[in-house]
T-cell receptor, first 115, second 116 residues
């Protein structure tokens, strides 16, 4: 089965630093997502991305966050100035190419630790 | 706003027995989808089963089946012949069928322990 690939699997950073989390969605998918999961808590929606623009974002996705699909294959999440509370597992997901009703494929996640 | 509630933080089952995990949801939409995802210790999110709200027949996938009660807004997962590999956190999730974004809303999760 095709896979969504996320790198790195673990990222440690100092508070206030910028981080970029990278994802390679499945090649013919058109809908892309970032979710996050604080340890022991539920998975929370951050942002959805379609046709090179954000289609929906949650309250968590404030001005410190941005997403980009720079080259048609990678899909990145940038946190400009990390806070302690940004420590979480970040999941990339993709679906498509037909509709938003298709199966959602998740990557293995990037564990972000902010010190 | 749509919400998903899993009222059982933890459940346990004896190997080879059957266990049912509960999920309720709240929505005013008529076209939606419901999912159960499994998250083992590796924290990978694995789709277990999916149910379209317009279908009356309950979805089944091998040992996994659901009891979908649309009027009661209930969506429980039954695992038959439980195996040690079923031990994981299970998340119930909801998605709007007509959504132009396809986002999913997750419940809080239920940790399932399988005893040998």
């Amino acid at each position: 089965e095709p896979e969504v690939t996320q790198t790195p699997s673990h990222q440690v950073t100092q508070m206030g630093q910028e981080v970029i989390l990278r994802c390679v969605p499945i090649s013919n998918h058109l809908y892309f997502y970032w979710y996050r999961q604080i340890l022991g808590q539920k998975v929370e929606f951050l942002v959805s991305f379609y046709n090179n623009e954000i289609s929906e974002k949650s309250e968590i996705f404030d001005d410190q966050f941005s997403v980009e699909r720079p080259d048609g294959s990678n899909f990145t999440l940038k946190i400009r100035s990390t806070k302690l509370e940004d420590s979480a597992m970040y999941f990339c997901a993709s679906r498509g190419p037909i509709s938003t009703n298709e199966k959602l494929f998740f990557g293995s996640g990037t564990q972000l630790s902010v010190l | 706003a749509q919400t998903v509630t899993q009222s059982q933080p933890e459940m346990s089952v004896q190997e080879a027995e059957t266990v049912t995990l509960s999920c309720t949801y709240d929505t005013s939409e008529s076209d939606y989808y419901l999912f159960w995802y499994k998250q083992p210790p590796s924290r990978q999110m694995i789709l277990v089963i999916r149910q379209e709200a317009y279908k009356q027949q309950n979805a089944t996938e091998n040992r996994f089946s659901v009891n979908f009660q649309k009027a009661a807004k209930s969506f429980s997962l039954k695992i038959s012949d439980s195996q040690l590999g079923d031990a994981a956190m299970y998340f119930c999730a909801y998605g709007i069928g007509s959504s132009n974004t396809g986002k999913l809303i997750f419940g809080q999760g239920t940790t399932l322990q399988v005893k040998p």
